[in-house]
T-cell receptor, first 110, second 112 residues
Framework: RKEVEQDPGPFNVPEGATVAFNCTYSNSASQSFFWYRQDCRKEPKLLMSVYSSGNEDGRFTAQLNRASQYISLLIRDSKLSDSATYLCVVNREYGNKLVFGAGTILRVKS | NAGVTQTPKFQVLKTGQSMTLQCAQDMNHEYMSWYRQDPGMGLRLIHYSVGAGITDQGEVPNGYNVSRSTTEDFPLRLLSAAPSQTSVYFC???????????FGSGTRLTVV
């Protein structure tokens, strides 16, 4: 079993739709959590950190459930420019060792 | 402010050749890491460093060496290239707080 699991998709949605991605992690000692975005043939870029209290950045909302070891990302009012692969990432305790999920592909269509 | 700079961007090697992938950051980040990305597998940690003179192995270290003589530079050496090392390699750096990493633009390596 992978340490971080994501539904690979692809999620094909129309512009303006709301879409949700889920992620589970197996290491209960994980300390911090992130969503990264990766465009085709580009490097991953930090989208947002994820906190237990939930956090929002414009159209994006992230949520962490430590008890269930579950992370979510909600995108509202999808734009064509949101098309990318979304990577769920957890940080082990020491040395900032990030563990990446394989990613969820999002395609937003007009 | 260049961020994280990786060179070269593309490289083709023959089996058995050695080479060094360069990584430099100008953000005074203490933490630096090397990842490889293969289709369907996500990014996997090769080696990492928490400061100059300190390195440690990640998930897939075999066939790779690193050193960290300065805060800015963290080169990755392939000792004897194998086709299984065909991949995209990313270098990343971070402050030692839970803020996430900044990635370089990657090196696409093909071993034939």
């Amino acid at each position: 079993r992978k340490e971080v699991e994501q539904d690979p998709g692809p999620f094909n949605v129309p512009e303006g739709a709301t879409v949700a991605f889920n992620c589970t992690y197996s290491n209960s000692a994980s300390q911090s959590f992130f969503w990264y975005r990766q465009d085709c043939r580009k490097e991953p870029k930090l989208l947002m950190s994820v906190y237990s209290s939930g956090n929002e950045d414009g159209r994006f909302t992230a949520q962490l459930n430590r008890a269930s070891q579950y992370i979510s990302l909600l995108i509202r009012d999808s734009k064509l420019s949101d098309s990318a692969t979304y990577l769920c990432v957890v940080n082990r305790e020491y040395g900032n060792k990030l563990v990446f999920g394989a990613g969820t592909i999002l395609r937003v269509k007009s | 402010n260049a961020g994280v700079t990786q060179t070269p961007k593309f490289q083709v090697l023959k089996t058995g050749q050695s080479m060094t992938l360069q990584c430099a950051q100008d953000m005074n980040h203490e933490y630096m890491s090397w990842y490889r990305q293969d289709p369907g597998m996500g990014l996997r940690l090769i080696h990492y460093s928490v400061g100059a003179g300190i390195t440690d192995q990640g998930e897939v270290p075999n066939g790779y060496n690193v050193s960290r003589s300065t805060t800015e530079d963290f080169p990755l050496r392939l000792l004897s290239a194998a086709p299984s090392q065909t991949s995209v390699y990313f270098c990343a750096s971070s402050y030692p707080t839970a803020r996430g990493y900044t990635f370089g633009s990657g090196t696409r390596l093909t071993v034939v």
